[in-house]
């Protein structure tokens, strides 16, 4: 009778140790963002950065000045929200990916979503598709549901097998590369493929407030029901089979959860351009720090996503003297050494 109260206890810190961990990472994700409204060509000082949020939010009315607060609410902070939301939707989209298809490398853009984000965007930019009735982001966006379609009807499903959906997702991926480079080559002025390729590399200097709202009412209720399928996703990581055998139907969480991260993934795609790696590395990191039971998972991986994001920005802004640095630059700095070493990790063994 002893080693139950003990093993309560046990429990109780654990989840004790998780809540001062999300704590934790809520307090770093405030300073980062706070710390990319502050930094910039005119430098604001942190504590002019989070009276200007009091004041936005109505709980105070600190005298500012006026460039520095309107410079904070119109620029930066929306910058900041929609880096935020982007690293936690990717890093999301991963974590789900690598347990659905049981492939550590598996990462948002390996249904070919983001070539065929691509492909609209650039049709858009070049072709002038849809009359101009068609904005930049929607038609990236039409251009990634498109891919992830045809995606689903090359693999015959998505209750097909993770290696046959890979596949499929890797010719998709090829289709729309192919397509893409062919409207650059055929159509676009050399001012156009400069602006294309900073566009493909991953951008956040034109977000505003209506991205945010876009980028929060896509990853909010994602990550709430990707989390309802928290233990769906624990099974899945044991094979379909086995999935199956807990009573799971393996096709239609497969098909809900491979259209979340779909939206998800041409959301973000749509709005700052394909910026790689983060949906393929945090989620190690995330899974080293809080374990493979994805009821910690989900929430660890959208945390450090967004803090990933934040810091990344910071960067891409300040590495070079008055000049920005496509954001996807920075992370593919970070993410590509990590993606090696997990790479050499899973190979099989001689």
Request: aromatic share 6%.
């Amino acid at each position: 009778m002893s080693l139950i109260p003990a093993r309560f206890a046990r429990t109780g810190h654990r989840q004790g140790l998780h809540l001062g961990l999300i704590v934790l990472a809520l307090a770093i994700l405030t300073l980062s963002m706070a710390l990319a409204v502050s930094i910039g060509e005119i430098h604001i000082p942190l504590i002019t950065t989070f009276k200007a949020l009091g004041n936005a939010l109505g709980v105070s009315e600190y005298p500012l000045d006026r460039i520095h607060e309107s410079i904070i609410r119109e620029y930066r902070l929306s910058r900041a929200l929609v880096a935020a939301c982007c690293g936690a939707g990717l890093s999301l989209c991963g974590a789900i990916l690598q347990a659905l298809l049981r492939n550590p490398l598996a990462e948002p853009y390996v249904l070919g979503i983001s070539a065929g984000a691509s492909t609209g965007a650039v049709a858009i930019m070049v072709l002038g598709a849809g009359g101009g009735a068609v904005g930049l982001s929607l038609g990236a966006f039409l251009g990634a549901l498109g891919a992830f379609a045809v995606v689903l009807a090359l693999s015959r499903g998505a209750s097909s097998s993770p290696n046959r959906i890979i596949l499929a997702g890797v010719a998709g991926s090829q289709l729309f590369n192919a397509l893409t480079a062919w409207v650059i080559s055929t159509s676009a002025s050399a001012e156009q493929v400069r602006g294309i390729m900073f566009w493909l590399l991953g951008n956040l200097g034109g977000v505003r407030w209506p991205d945010v709202t876009l980028a929060l009412s896509v990853v909010l209720p994602g990550f709430v029901i990707c989390l309802l399928f928290a233990r769906a996703l624990d099974a899945f990581t044991f094979g379909q089979d086995a999935a199956a055998a807990l009573g799971i139907p393996v096709g239609a969480v497969r098909l809900i959860l491979f259209a979340i991260t779909a939206l998800m993934t041409a959301t973000m795609v749509s709005m700052v351009g394909a910026i790689g790696f983060v949906g393929l590395v945090i989620p190690h990191a995330a899974r080293f720090i809080v374990g493979t039971a994805h009821v910690r998972l989900l929430p660890a991986s959208l945390l450090i996503g967004a803090i990933f994001m934040v810091l990344a920005d910071i960067v891409s802004r300040v590495i070079l003297p008055h000049q920005s640095l496509p954001i996807g630059v920075v992370t593919a700095l970070v993410g590509a050494p990590v993606f090696a070493l997990i790479l050499y990790r899973a190979r099989p063994p001689l």
